[in-house]
């Protein structure tokens, strides 16, 4: 079976999971969700800006989504419809690329930036024409930058490194509570 249409296959397997999959969130607001329409208010802000501007979503967007009864399963499942949903109809309109090609074209300018100290608007216009947004290349150097800065500084204070139980530690706190 050639590549894409490997990825045809999957991309349906995931669509079908998502949609029909077991769940706590019912197949109808999975589906809801997923084409980002006739969701109930609190939660319509939620999806809503998931699908479109998933930058600007907010912790009190997942709190008044929670406050109107959803349980945080069931936000899981519908934020992953919605964002699952959108990238499916900006695929099918030729308006994005497959994730994997944004992601390797960003990687790619990030090694060359922290391999040469510099990128040009070639590599910009490669990772832009994969797909990714100006908010995700603005994203990616961001969190680029904050990691430089802040392996640069624990270089020049000579921070200590983690044990192997420190850095479990610290990755068992991140999946259980993320970034903040």
């Known amino acids: 079976m050639p590549d894409e249409d490997k990825k045809r296959a999957a991309h349906r397997a995931l669509v079908d999971r998502v949609l029909n999959g077991e769940g706590r969130a019912s197949p109808e607001q999975r589906a809801r969700a997923f084409i980002n329409a006739d969701t109930p208010p609190p939660l319509r802000t939620l999806i ?8 600007q979503v907010t912790d009190a ?3 008044a989504a929670k ?3 959803f349980s945080e399963d069931q936000l899981f499942e519908l934020v992953i419809s919605a964002a699952v949903g959108q990238s499916a109809r900006l695929y099918e309109a ?3 690329a497959p994730v994997e090609d944004g992601l390797r074209a960003t990687l790619r300018m990030l090694g060359k930036l922290t ?7 070639e590599d910009m216009r490669e990772v ?3 797909g990714v947004s100006r908010q ?3 994203d990616a150097l961001a969190v680029c930058a904050a990691f430089n800065t802040t392996d640069r500084l624990a270089d020049a204070f000579g921070f200590e490194l983690l ?3 420190g850095f479990e530690a610290g990755a068992k706190y991140l999946l259980k509570r993320g970034y903040r």
């Open 128 to 130: 832009l024409s994969a």
């Open 163 to 165: 044990s192997p139980e």
């Open 48 to 55: 809503g800006k998931v699908a479109t501007r998933p930058a």
């Open 136 to 138: 995700q290349v603005e």
């Open 67 to 69: 406050a109107s009864g």
């Open 94 to 96: 030729g308006l994005a």
């Open 115 to 121: 391999r040469e100290g510099k990128v040009g608007a």
């Open 61 to 63: 967007d997942f709190a």
